[in-house]
């Protein structure tokens, strides 16, 4: 057997897996893939006051980002809708508030802002974190939630392949920018909206903008590229736990990923569906009409990993500071729907994730943009 690359090979080929780390077979993939178990119990998560508190949803106007806004905004936080300006098919974020104030009424307008962030262009992003920092506000809790699907290669005029960017490493680069304002956050947490769809997805550090044989890498409709995405995001966010619970600052900080459903959102009304055969146009929106969950019980995900006391510290935890590495044996875990769930292999193989943290550093330059990251990897410090 080959030797194990250095988690600081960060283009090799392949994943570099451990022996240890189990290898799944195409079916086991496609199994998971498409049958995980969803709950059918849509209960919000428990009561809890956040007056006080700063939220920042990517992705909010609409689908389950809007729905998760929206619940943090009744509970009393100031919620930053985080969103480009939208192309036709979607709603405005203008809009967005609109709707939540007529839903809520004792919500504040002062409550809730639009913030534009392009998660396809990384000087947006690098914009929305300069723009919070000046704020001089602190962060309690961040969702990564922006994400899309796209049919066509397509590479950002940040070089990056728009799938790999939008979601994965964007949320990289705005966690980076946003943890600081964490530091003094009584039970800070951060959730990245990943899938069940990463049971299919593969990671080749050589190949992770689809260098080799970029024209059937993506599949059908890149769908393979979606799943990519959701797997790195995943793999990420299971060592920034790791690292988060070594670091100096930030022990206090809990990170999750979230499978919210099988959702009837607009991603659905992505212009590239218009271009599939018309006969999976047909099955997808009969699918669609008789397996699809709400955007409201989707958006579960997102606030019970964020707000349940059982998933992360509550501020009474915290009247002292965490011991190293107490909130790994808490954070990192993949909710499917509104419980943990089972992930791939690699999400627990720790040199492919720590290579791939390397990796995702180099490529949104956190080193040089970031004003701290968090924990040495393992053996460096």
């Known amino acids: 057997m080959p030797p194990i690359p250095s988690i600081y090979d960060t283009h090799c080929a392949g994943a570099g897996l451990l022996a240890s780390t189990p290898v799944w ?30 939220v920042i949803v990517s992705g909010a106007n609409s689908g389950i980002g809007f729905e998760a806004a929206a619940l943090f905004a009744a509970r009393g936080a100031s919620v930053v809708l985080a969103c480009r300006a939208p192309p036709p ?16 009424r004792h919500v ?47 590479h950002t ?40 769809f990463h049971f ?3 990671l080749d550090f050589s190949n992770m903008d689809y260098e080799r044989a970029p024209k059937t890498a993506r599949g059908l409709g890149g769908t393979l590229s979606y799943c990519d995405s959701k797997l790195w995001l995943l793999m ?40 599939l055969p018309w006969v999976l146009q047909w099955l997808l929106v009969k699918v669609i009409g008789l397996f699809s969950i709400s955007p409201q019980q989707g958006s579960l995900c997102l606030t019970y990993a964020a707000l349940h006391p059982a998933y992360g510290f509550t501020p009474a935890q915290l009247a002292e500071y965490p011991a190293r590495g107490e909130s790994a044996k808490i954070g990192g875990l993949f909710f499917n729907r509104t419980k943990p769930g ?35 990897a393992p053996g460096l410090e």
């Open 25 to 54: 077979g195409a079916f086991k993939r496609f199994r998971h893939r498409y049958f995980s178990d969803d709950a059918n119990a849509f209960p919000e998560p428990p009561a809890c006051d956040l007056t006080g508190q700063n």
């Open 89 to 104: 098919h979607e709603p405005h974020p203008d809009a967005a508030i609109d709707s939540i104030l007529a839903r809520h």
């Open 108 to 154: 504040k307008r002062e409550n809730l802002e639009w913030w534009t962030l392009d998660c396809g262009d990384r000087q947006s992003i690098l914009a929305f974190g300069r723009r919070w920092r000046e704020s001089g506000r602190t962060c309690d809790i961040l969702c990564n939630n922006a994400g899309s699907a796209f049919g066509a290669l397509i």
């Open 157 to 196: 005029k940040d070089g990056v392949e728009l799938t790999r960017q939008v979601n994965f490493l964007s949320h990289c680069l705005l966690t980076f920018l946003i943890l600081p304002s964490m530091r003094n956050a009584k039970a800070p947490r951060v959730v990245n909206t990943c899938s069940i």
């Open 200 to 202: 299919g997805g593969r």
């Open 236 to 275: 990420w966010t299971r060592e920034l736990q790791k690292r988060l619970s070594r670091s100096q600052h930030y022990r206090h900080v809990i990170a999750h990923g979230v499978h919210p459903g099988f959702v009837s959102t607009n991603i659905w009304n992505q212009p590239h569906i218009k271009e």
């Open 342 to 376: 089972v992930t791939r292999p690699e999400v627990d193989d720790p040199v492919a994730t720590a290579r791939l943290f390397e990796r995702a550093l180099q490529d949104v330059g956190g080193k040089e943009v970031a004003e701290d990251v968090p924990g040495a």
